[in-house]
T-cell receptor, first 115, second 117 residues
Framework: AQKITQTQPGMFVQEKEAVTLDCTYD???????LFWYKQPSSGEMIFLIY??????QNATEGRYSLNFQKARKSANLVISASQLGDSAMYFC????????????FGKGTRLHILP | SQTIHQWPATLVQPVGSPLSLECTVE??????LYWYRQAAGRGLQLLFY??????ISSEVPQNLSASRPQDRQFILSSKKLLLSDSGFYLC????????????????FGSGTRLTVV
């Protein structure tokens, strides 16, 4: 069964608008972590934001925030005031603490920011 | 500070030829190490991971193998490449296993783009 689901293969957003990238996950472990990574065309994987399963507040990092809805098993990434440089592939990922620290990735969402 | 080196950056190999990709980590000890593959336009697939020297776990059966001869060295190999082995290979390390509240994710290398022709 797929553990990380990203239902948006591609998105087009106007520059300066906010954008929400969807992510749902599936786990039976009480301890887990959720990540978002950005992959520009160069291929490098850039860590954006992290949310622990026990964290009470939603994580924020500059223009990035993670909308964590634990009961719905949802971890959407919100990018405020999008910029042209935000155009990239975005991956949602989950780390299950009791499974050798492995991180499982979703299939990604290709985000295009339009000028 | 910790850094991760991965080479080569690009590689074009004929079908049936051997493969050796190397990844080394600096500035940390006893890291967990991982090899991922990304097919064109696809997500990341975990191939192998290692929690210590000589300890290799395989996630997907295939004609690839991995070895960890030293604490901070992780090697991905193949005796005979297939066309389906083409892809973008990423090495990664994690220094905090089983830390439920740690916010550390993986640190990735810059990747190797492999084309099998």
């Amino acid at each position: 069964a797929q553990k990380i689901t990203q239902t948006q293969p591609g998105m087009f957003v106007q520059e300066k608008e906010a954008v929400t990238l969807d992510c749902t996950y599936d786990t039976s472990d009480p301890s887990y972590g959720l990540f978002w990574y950005k992959q520009p065309s160069s291929g490098e994987m850039i860590f954006l934001i992290y949310q622990g399963s026990y964290d009470q507040q939603n994580a924020t990092e500059g223009r990035y925030s993670l909308n964590f809805q634990k009961a719905r098993k949802s971890a959407n990434l919100v990018i405020s005031a999008s910029q042209l440089g935000d155009s990239a592939m975005y991956f949602c990922a989950m780390r299950e603490v009791n499974r050798d620290d492995k991180i499982i990735f979703g299939k990604g969402t290709r985000l295009h920011i339009l000028p | 500070s910790q850094t991760i080196h991965q080479w080569p950056a690009t590689l074009v190999q004929p079908v049936g030829s051997p493969l050796s990709l190397e990844c080394t980590v600096e500035g940390t000890s006893n890291p967990n190490l991982y090899w991922y593959r990304q097919a064109a336009g696809r997500g990341l697939q975990l191939l192998f991971y290692s929690v210590g020297i000589g300890q290799i776990s395989s996630e997907v059966p295939q004609n690839l193998s991995a070895s960890r001869p030293q604490d901070r060295q992780f090697i991905l190999s193949s005796k005979k490449l297939l066309l389906s082995d083409s892809g973008f290979y990423l090495c990664a390390w994690s220094a905090f296993p089983s830390a439920a509240t740690s916010y550390y994710g993986y640190t990735f290398g810059s990747g190797t783009r492999l084309t099998v022709v």
